[in-house]
């Protein structure tokens, strides 16, 4: 019987182990079987053919579609060692905001291959992302061609916005984050959400705060939004527009005395992936009034 038990421990041992076994992703041949933390991290898989190669999925890769039919290991925030390791992966491809911490070390201390992506709210992340990954997927040339076609896409967006803007000042914009009335946030410097504001031609309303900040009635009147941005999953979950113009505040604001609040897929929005000049584009067609 103990050796019974013991054969069952080693085999418990060397399936957790399993990973520190495989082939490295980095220059070395053979299968790879990749495990993405993040919802832009799997578009860019995607957009590089290399989807043959992921095996498990965050809850934030949410396009293309047929990513969700890949296992997940769970939000990506909130990862667990057990979940990940599952899948037997060679490759972990996680974003800056995945963890746990202790997870990570965990799963580092497999000797399992990761690489952290950030693509730091900004076209040249995106733009070394797609690069890194094509680089540990061995589709170079792949990434070439997507680098090129982001690149111009990029230009395209940036001449859009110049356009669409036509030295009007910048209207003043605040994002509201809301998975449920209960919980409403705005958006400050050093959040996906300004960079998109900006990037798209807007001013952020509460620029003069960082981070994403419970939702204050007095600081939103004061703030004086011409316009209020947020999710599509976010204002379907506050009863559409007139559910979350019932969060404090924000009914006496100039855009919510004008019902003017927009928004755009959360995904699509704040995820900094490949679709990234698209989003910039039709942000800035809601901002400046020409969807």
Same mark, same amino acid.
């Given at each position: 019987? @103990? ?44 957009? !590089?053919?290399?989807? /043959? ?8 890769? !949410? ?13 990506? @925030? ?88 036509? /030295? ?66 976010? !204002? ?12 404090? /505040? ?16 959360? #995904? ?6 490949? @679709? ?9 067609? #809601? ?5």
């Amino acid at each position: 019987m @103990r050796r019974l038990l013991n054969r069952r421990a080693a085999l418990a041992a060397a399936a957790l182990a399993w990973p520190a076994l495989t082939l490295r992703a980095q220059g070395v041949a053979g299968p790879r079987r990749i495990v993405s933390a993040g919802g832009a991290i799997t578009e860019i898989v995607y957009a !590089l053919g290399a989807e /043959g190669e992921l095996v498990g999925v965050d809850t934030t890769s !949410l396009f293309p579609a047929a990513a969700q039919k890949l296992p997940s290991v769970g939000y990506s @925030r909130t990862l667990s060692a057990e979940g990940v390791l599952s899948l037997r992966p060679t490759l972990l491809l996680h974003g800056a905001d995945a963890g746990p911490p202790a997870v990570l070390a965990q799963l580092a201390a497999t000797r399992l291959a990761m690489e952290r992506l950030d693509l730091d709210h900004r076209i040249e992340g995106l733009l070394a992302a797609t690069q890194r990954v094509a680089t540990l997927t061995a589709r170079e040339a792949e990434g070439r061609r997507l680098v090129q076609r982001l690149q111009a896409d990029w230009a395209t967006a940036m001449a859009e916005v110049a356009a669409r803007r036509a /030295g009007a000042a910048a209207p003043r914009v605040l994002f509201v984050l809301s998975h449920s009335m209960a919980q409403v946030r705005i958006a400050g410097r050093d959040t996906g959400a300004d960079a998109m504001i900006r990037l798209a031609g807007g001013a952020n309303a509460f620029a003069d705060t960082t981070g994403y900040k419970p939702l204050s009635p007095e600081a939103a009147i004061a703030a004086a939004p011409e316009l209020i941005l947020c999710t599509d999953q976010g !204002l379907q979950a506050a009863g559409g527009v007139d559910g979350l113009l019932r969060a404090p /505040g924000l009914a006496a604001t100039p855009a919510g005395r004008a019902r003017r609040v927009v928004a755009l897929d959360a #995904l699509l929005l704040l995820g900094f992936g490949p @679709r990234l000049p698209q989003a910039v584009t039709q942000l800035a067609g #809601l901002l400046h009034g020409r969807a």
